[in-house]
């Protein structure tokens, strides 16, 4: 099995699945079409009747560097895609956590906004040495709704989920694991032998002990979690219309350089 896309690869490493994120001259940042593809490849997946284990992971020095500042602008005057992005944010974050096989996050570079959601949707987290995480939503004007809110508060504290949610200041890569945002720090060359050992260790265990293990635990944290993310993805949506949103993207926009790209096209 394998995929390549503009976007997203998929890949077969015998019955683990590896989901590259693969935007690299963009830092893996989120587009519009690899939003889309975030929402659909945890379904194709479980449909892999072959497969019994996954390795997420981002090409280049980055997992992942958030929302791109060209499709967060277009928020700003696109009712429709405003709606669209809160229902797929809302698919994403669900089928993250139904998705019925073992998913190792292999954290090889910054893992921003929703890419830090995405690698702590992940049942295992492993972080390259120089990796970091952080969730700087409220720092953009945006409340913490494509997972923050959901997600946090289910690994660490919630005076620290309130310090570094509210702040936006990174977590390096060891203080992530003395908090329970990650399992264990890797030097960077190993990560991905790591993380594909560690995923076949899990492939390798009884299915459908594993499989049923994880349908527990995800019911605790949809029961946990459900009112928050309900509530974070109706404000995040008010949010992205705000004064000191489109202000702070537009002078972070300015400050790199980035000029208004032309939509894309699903």
Avoid at 99 to 104: A, D, G, M, T
Avoid at 188 to 206: D, F, W
Avoid at 241 to 265: F, Q, Y
């Amino acid at each position: 099995m394998s995929e390549v896309s503009p976007v997203l690869t998929l890949a077969a490493d015998g019955d683990v699945r590896i989901v590259t994120l693969n935007r690299p001259e963009r830092l893996n940042g989120v587009s519009e079409e690899l939003h889309r593809r975030l929402s659909e490849v945890w379904r194709e997946l479980a449909d892999d009747t072959k497969a019994r284990a996954v390795v997420l992971t981002g090409a280049g020095r980055a997992f992942s560097a958030g929302g791109d500042f060209d499709h967060l602008r277009r928020h700003h005057d696109d009712p429709e895609l405003r709606e669209r992005s809160i229902r797929l944010d809302r698919i994403i974050q669900t089928e993250l956590i139904r998705f019925p096989l073992p998913v190792v996050a292999a954290v090889n570079g910054p893992a921003v906004g929703l890419g830090c959601s995405l690698a702590l949707g992940c049942d295992l987290v492993l972080m390259a040495e120089d990796a970091y995480l952080a969730d700087p939503h409220v720092s953009v004007g945006l409340v913490a709704g494509d997972g923050g809110v959901t997600l946090w508060p289910l690994l660490t504290s919630l005076l620290r989920v309130k310090e570094y949610l509210f702040t936006g200041d990174r977590v390096p890569a060891a203080t992530a694991v003395g908090l329970g945002l990650s399992n264990r720090v890797v030097p960077a060359a190993e990560l991905m032998p790591e993380a594909l050992a560690l995923a076949h260790r899990l492939a390798a265990q009884p299915a459908e002990a594993l499989r049923a293990t994880k349908a527990a635990l995800a019911a605790v944290v949809e029961q946990v979690s459900r009112g928050g993310m309900e509530a974070a993805l109706l404000a995040e949506r008010s949010t992205m219309t705000s004064p000191d949103h489109i202000r702070i993207i537009g002078d972070l926009a300015a400050r790199t350089g980035r000029r208004p790209a032309a939509p894309e096209e699903d």
